[in-house]
């Protein structure tokens, strides 16, 4: 495989893990090619707009038979556009009153829509015209398309004539089902057409006389040069990874693909489960301040952008050796770790402390000062906590069973951390007066969570690397990931402002009770170890480490 | 009267050419004729589809969407396009939203899902069918096949039983064959098989399905090691249905089994052009290899890369054609024997049973691969590659008795079974110390 595929392949499998269930296939599956022809007939020439859409596998095949760049105005494309148009020409036997006419090209476009997992489809459309001289009457068209003979797709011709011409009799109408092969309408009464030949049989009338096609509401105006578009119901696309792909590079457009590139970081951060942003409203919220979540959020941008460049390399460089996916497991099983260390660490001290569950601020502080992960008043928050925590269990554990995919994985030990940081958030400031201001945060410790909020990347912004990398955009690549991360990290230190000045307000509804204080922390804990035990169950199962039975 | 001895020559020879012309227009009339039938046989169906679309659009009617469901999946098998498929499933579930009892529809709707790998609906759905018409002998087929699949076999063959018991002909004998085969009865198979085909002719069967049990016949004389037939069938199935993408590969195989490569790399190539099988682009790919177009041969290696990966990006969970790709290549190990385990908790006949220890024992796990391997050879499934496997397992277990002797037969069945790995298992039973058969030896220059 060499370097331009594996990168594909590496860009495509990271598009899936970006967007687990939104991959979606070319609408005809993925080794269609369809063709359309639309058959224009007028006074003295017949034109055929001829488009070939190909799904992910035959423009895999083209790409590699052809040694073509898929990427729209590339150089490559010339010499290749004018081979497939003789090609294609060949295979398209148009002949009146028997006679084979010679076609002759006008114009062509080509473009690469992405397909599933954003790999890229092709579809290319031509003009060709031949001159026709036609008689007053009886003249016989019969047209067939001959390209890609069996090979499975949608295959449309439809007629019409322009003003001067009356088709008199046709075998295929004169409606466009597809749009040009943009919209494929494959519901249960909408098979697709698999129509490669056609007849007909037309006449000239009265000059300057407007005429239509026999059947249907085909219009009879001539039609412009050949504009493709992507499938209307291509694969749902990120916003992100189509910026990577735009090939304009102007200041503006930089700017702009900036902010893009911000918001959706900040968006990203914002994604429900996403632990990043809660593991910074966890730390801002209980002990720091305004200038440690500001520290904090450069210090997962840092980590989280060096992540991004580290797994990119090891992906790329590694695929020989290791498959990609089996990448993902390792994270899962080092995020599940990490939860579980978190939940039992968390258990083991309140179980210790619900001993004495109402000692004195003194003893807080004491205790508090041995280790900042310590908590020993839950509030009413925590009670709240651990319903969301029961609700959003059951639907994150199906996840995990539908689908083996090592994204969610991290995300749940994201949003794990995130339902921890909730049941404490209100905890402390009342007992804690050393955590409003600030005095009891190490630099050693708000790095390493700044570090460990950021070091499980998030595939999308790999996507866009590599993407970056196969397309020979590399700076442009790496620079949008910056700005990626920066917005994802100003949404951190966002919620960490937020936390730290909300921190009175939401003090003053605290209650207190022995559930609270006692049972749910302890339980809280208890279902984090056990959900991070979960977790690193299945990523190592995935793994292939623990086998399952026979 | 003949003037003298040269007139005779030369009226001889015109003789002899119009023969000759006679007999070639002859075959060619008939190819033609026979490409003039499966096209119109293509029309028809494609017309006929367009037809009740039409009707139904205006009448939704039980019966008919059951017989659209029909139509559709007669163009999936033409076509080998997935997604007719899912349109005969929503017809078909349409008509039983209609007329829940419409045996036919639940039976048909089996065969779908059995085609989508969907084995439990498919059992289930086949049941009901014969809960309502217990007389449909194509109910108790579609049972048999998901049995057979998932490694059911004492079920198959009771399911089969009782199809052939109620009716006779190309779809339940060619079925019947698939058992049989696996079960090492391998004459009673072909005998089966060729017994659907004449049957299928003589009901004027759609040429795909008659193209289908031909295939089939054509794979079993493969397996047994009978090119001569192997290709004079698989020759056969294209002529009654031309183009056929799994007669062109079968084909293919023959052809590099009997080392004319470069024809079967055309014949591979022109399948592939018509559908892009992963497994027709595996074998291609070694057929360039031994042609020494390596790079050719890595060309189709990414392309079977690539499908993988879209396979996964589709989440796709059977994938043994993938499967075997990376065992018989030697790649990903650890994730062919993730796949191969995960397929098999569903899917548990010989050929799953096979894969589990094939990729065990290239993720260099011989021990856990053994019992895998006996199971997959529990009939003596008369399979070179099975053989091959088994083989390979023992030698790296060191049972080097054991080893030759599989190997031997591996050989001895089918002395090019698999392009690249049939020389694997001759060099090692050289080096066991055994003999390849002379045919091997004068054909890949393997000596003792």
Known sequence: ?550 | VIATPRSAFFLLIATLLAVVLMICSAAQTAETSSATASAASVEKLDRDITLLQKILKRRPDAELYYRLGDLYIQKGRQTGDISYFQLSESALRQSLTLEPRLAQAHRHLAFVLYSLHDFTGAASEAKTSIKLDSSDSYAYGVLGDVQLETGRYECAAGSYSQMVSIRGDLYSYSRLSGLETIRNHNARAITDLKRAIADGLAASEPPEGIAWAQERLAEDYFLLGDMPDAEATAQAALQTYPNYHRALAILGQVKAAQGRLKESASLYKHAIAIIPLPEYASVLGDVYQRMGRNGDAQNMRDLVAFIARLNALNRVVYNRTLVDYYADHDLHHRNAVVMAAAEYRVRRDIYGADARAWTLYRNGDAAHALAYINSALRFHTTDARLYFHAGMIKLALGHKRAARTDLERALKINPHFQPLLDEVAAQSLVALGGKPPSEYAQASGVTP
């Not at chain 1, 209307?232 to 910026?243: I, K, W």
């Not at chain 1, 700017?255 to 730390?283: C, D, R, W």
């Not at chain 1, 920066?486 to 003090?507: D, E, K, N, P, Q």
Request: aromatic content about 8%; charged content about 15%.
């Open chain 1, 1 to 550: 495989m060499n370097f331009r595929t594996r990168l594909t392949f590496v860009a495509a499998l990271m598009m899936a893990l970006a967007f687990p269930g939104r991959a979606a296939a070319h609408p005809m599956g993925n080794f269609s090619i369809n063709h359309y022809s639309g058959v224009q007939v007028a006074r003295d020439q017949i034109e055929i707009r001829y488009i070939i859409d190909m799904a992910e596998i035959p423009t895999f095949q083209a790409i590699r038979e052809s040694g073509i760049v898929p990427r729209v105005a590339d150089a490559s494309l010339s010499s290749y556009m004018s081979r497939e148009s003789r090609l294609l020409r060949e295979g398209l036997d148009l002949r009146i009153n028997g006679r084979r006419l010679t076609l002759q090209e006008l114009d062509h476009q080509i473009i690469f829509p992405p397909g599933a997992g954003g790999l890229p489809t092709m579809k290319m459309g031509f003009r060709f015209i031949a001159k026709a001289p036609i008689s007053t009457i009886g003249n016989k068209i019969d047209y067939r398309d001959d390209n890609f003979p069996e090979h499975a797709g949608w295959k449309e011709i439809i007629a019409v004539a322009q003003p001067g011409i009356e088709i008199a009799t046709s075998s295929v109408s004169a409606q466009d089902r597809s749009a040009e092969l943009s919209t494929y309408p494959t519901d249960l009464l909408n098979s697709p057409p698999q129509t490669l030949a056609a007849q007909l049989t037309f006449r000239p009338t009265v000059a300057g006389t407007r005429s239509t096609a026999m059947t249907g509401g085909g219009s009879g105006a001539p039609r412009p040069a050949v504009a493709l578009h992507a499938n209307v119901q291509g694969t749902p696309r990120n916003a992100f990874t189509q910026l990577i792909e735009t090939q304009r590079s102007d200041v503006l457009f930089l700017l702009i693909a900036t902010l893009i590139a911000a918001t959706l970081g900040g968006f990203h951060a914002l994604e429900p489960g996403h632990g990043k942003t809660l593991v910074a409203a966890y730390l801002v919220g209980s002990h720091g301040t305004a200038r440690h979540a500001v520290l904090l959020g450069a210090v997962v941008t840092g980590s989280h952008t060096i992540s991004v460049y580290v797994l990119g390399i090891i992906t790329l460089y590694t695929s020989q050796w290791i498959v990609p996916e089996r990448l993902y497991p390792w994270l899962g099983i080092f995020s599940g770790l990490l939860v579980a260390g978190l939940g039992f660490t968390l258990f083991m001290q309140r179980f210790v402390s619900k001993k004495a569950p109402n000692s004195s601020a003194g003893q807080h502080q004491r205790e508090h000062t041995h280790d900042r992960g310590s908590h020993k008043h839950i509030h009413e928050n925590d009670s709240s906590a651990f319903v969301h925590h029961h609700t959003w269990w059951g639907g994150h554990l199906n996840d995990v069973h539908a689908y083996s995919d090592r994204k969610s994985q991290g995300h749940e030990h994201e949003e794990l951390i995130h339902m921890h940081s909730y049941s404490h958030v209100d905890g402390h400031p009342r007992h804690h007066p050393e955590a409003i201001t600030g005095k009891g945060i190490s630099l050693k410790s708000l790095f390493a969570l700044g570090v460990t909020g950021g070091i499980v990347p998030c595939p999308a912004a790999l996507v866009v690397l590599l993407g970056a990398l196969a397309i020979h955009r590399v700076a442009f690549g790496l620079f949008l990931i910056v700005a990626f991360s920066i917005g994802l990290a100003s949404v951190l230190i966002g919620f960490g402002l937020a936390m730290v000045y909300a921190r009175r307000l939401v003090s003053r509804f605290r209650t207190r009770g022995p559930l609270t204080e006692r049972w749910l922390p302890l339980a809280s804990s208890a279902v984090i170890t056990v959900i991070g035990a979960t977790i690193t169950i299945q990523s190592l199962i995935s793994a292939g480490i623990i086998r399952a039975g026979l």
